[in-house]
Nanobody
Framework: QVQLVESGGGLVQAGGSLRLSCATS????????MGWFRQAPGKEREFVAA????????TYGDSVKGRFTISRDNGKSSVYLQMNSLKPEDTAVYYC??????????????????WGQGTQVTVSS
C-alpha cells in the first residue's frame, strides 16, 4: 500500500504562486507515474499534469500549460507542482495520484491506483 500526502495549498491572490508537494511512502517511487488532478465544487475531477516513471516529458492540461510545472525527486519520493500566474478559476482541491509502471492515458483519473487526501488551493481575485 502506497500513501500519498499533499501539502502546500492555501490562499493566494490572482497572479501569485504556490508550490504543492506530494510525499509518498513507497520504496519504489521511481517506478511510479505521478499525476496532479484538481476538483472544484460541482465539477468533475480535472487533469492538471503528469510525469511518467520513464522520464519522458511531462504532460499538462490545456488550462495550465505555460503556468504550471510538475517535477519529481526520486531520492525524496516526492512530486511537486509549481503553480505560477494563478487565476481564480484555478481554485480547487488538488490531488496527487500514482500508479506503478503507468504508460498510457496519463490524463485519465481511472488510470491511477493511489490518491492523496487533497489540498485546498484558493485564488482570490
Amino acid at each position: 500500500q502506497v500513501q500519498l500526502v499533499e501539502s502546500g495549498g492555501g490562499l493566494v491572490q490572482a497572479g501569485g504562486s504556490l508550490r504543492l508537494s506530494c510525499a509518498t511512502s513507497g520504496r519504489t517511487f521511481r517506478d511510479y507515474t505521478m499525476g496532479w488532478f484538481r476538483q472544484a465544487p460541482g465539477k468533475e475531477r480535472e487533469f492538471v499534469a503528469a510525469i511518467a516513471w520513464t522520464g519522458t516529458l511531462p504532460t499538462y492540461g490545456d488550462s495550465v500549460k505555460g503556468r504550471f510545472t510538475i517535477s519529481r525527486d526520486n531520492g525524496k519520493s516526492s512530486v511537486y507542482l509549481q503553480m505560477n500566474s494563478l487565476k481564480p478559476e484555478d481554485t480547487a482541491v488538488y490531488y496527487c495520484a500514482g500508479r506503478r509502471f503507468l504508460n498510457t492515458n496519463l490524463a485519465l483519473p481511472r488510470q491511477y491506483e493511489y490518491w492523496g487526501q487533497g489540498t485546498q488551493v484558493t485564488v482570490s481575485s
